[in-house]
């Protein structure tokens, strides 16, 4: 609203400025001073807008200043030619001459040249004031949401983090890890050894997860493959897993612990709940500009959600959403009785 009212405002005076003073220092007619002014006016704050909606459209303001103010000249260039050359055509038919009478009477000893050219130049002024103040008002506005941004992911992260140490630090964790590995000392130590620098390196990339929000996709398989290795010992042979990994997936840029929330998930609702068990499918592949993982598993059939189901997932959709805007995004697909998959889509 308050864009709106400034540029009406804004093109408003100026109509009132140049229509009145062709009516004062040139005795045009408000007729004809309004004939020639208004459709310009008009054309000046269309264009101006368009201007606004192809910034806001292509995410100009996020450009590194030199790229900004090399499309600004260019599109500033572009919409004061096109207001000029209107300027020129709506004065020729009125006055029989390409020059507002208001520039005639203030250069009248300059060739009409002259003229045509200093009439550019305040019509050109005219648009570097209003691209001025839009862009200080504009950049202004975009650190501000940049930096609320910025809290809002630190807060979704922290809550991942959070929530991923309430489910790996929990006793009930602990304990089934820590029993795993009394009863392999005795039988099989070699493991047991295995199984304990799984959960260390388990428990070091929860803690250090913190401290960056992308890490790579291999990064991630390897803390999974962690996870699965402790949750292996729990569920024993009801545990398979399959993975169908591109190589070209493996160095894409993925939210640290997003992968690992899915696997969580598809063992603690399905999985852990059935008593056979079942098999748990991890892909990832590049189509296109994305990276799409995915996660397959299959489900109790005449399972009931549960409060407290599906906070990992909501909490990893804000911070797809946070990193990556509308070009991501996390989809749970229920309709296939008794399997569950969850798909995330992000940019490569």
């Keep these: 609203m308050g864009y709106w009212i400034s540029q009406l405002l804004g093109w408003g005076f100026y109509f009132y400025a140049q229509a009145s003073g062709e009516v004062i220092f040139a005795s045009v007619p408000w007729s004809e001073a309004t004939a ?20 806001k459209r292509n ?3 996020a450009l590194p200043s030199g790229s900004l103010w090399g499309r600004m000249v260019v599109a ?8 000029c050359l209107l300027v020129m055509a709506l004065s020729e038919v009125i006055h029989g001459t390409p020059v507002a009478p208001i520039m005639q009477a203030f250069y009248q000893r300059l060739t009409l040249g002259g003229q045509l050219r200093n009439q550019y130049i305040l019509i050109l002024l005219a648009h570097v004031v209003w691209v001025g103040i839009y862009l200080s008002f504009a950049m202004q506005r975009h650190r501000y949401r ?11 992260l922290q809550a991942a983090e959070l929530r991923l ?7 009930h964790f602990l304990f089934n890890a820590l029993n795993g590995v009394r009863s392999l000392i005795a039988e099989d130590p070699a493991r047991a050894r295995d199984a304990v620098t799984h959960l260390a390196r388990t428990l070091r990339y929860t803690l250090a997860s913190g401290d960056q929000d992308l890490v790579s996709l291999e990064r991630e398989l390897e803390m999974v493959d962690d996870y699965l290795s402790l949750e292996s010992m729990r569920l024993a042979e009801r545990l398979t897993v399959r993975r169908d990994i591109d190589a070209a997936a493996r160095t894409a840029r993925v939210p640290a612990m ?6 969580e998930n598809a063992l603690k609702h399905g999985i852990a709940e059935l008593k056979e068990g079942g098999t748990l499918i991890i892909s990832a592949r590049v189509v296109g500009q994305d990276v799409i993982l995915r996660v397959e598993n299959p489900r109790p059939a005449d399972g009931v959600e549960r409060r407290g189901d599906g906070v990992g997932l909501r909490n990893a959709t804000e911070r797809l959403r946070l990193l990556f805007g509308p070009r991501a995004s996390l989809r749970l697909d229920l ?14």
């Design 36 to 55: 020639l002014w208004a459709p310009v006016c008009l054309a000046a704050l269309s264009l101006t807008q368009a201007l606004r909606w192809i910034i």
């Design 59 to 61: 995410n100009w303001l």
């Design 76 to 83: 500033i260039l572009v919409i004061t030619t096109s207001t």
């Design 146 to 156: 940049a930096e609320v941004r910025q809290a809002q992911l630190g807060e979704a």
């Design 165 to 171: 140490l309430r489910s790996q630090l929990n006793p």
């Design 258 to 263: 997003l992968l690992q929330t899915l696997v």
């Design 335 to 348: 309709h296939q009785p008794g399997r569950a998959t969850a798909e995330v889509r992000l940019p490569a």
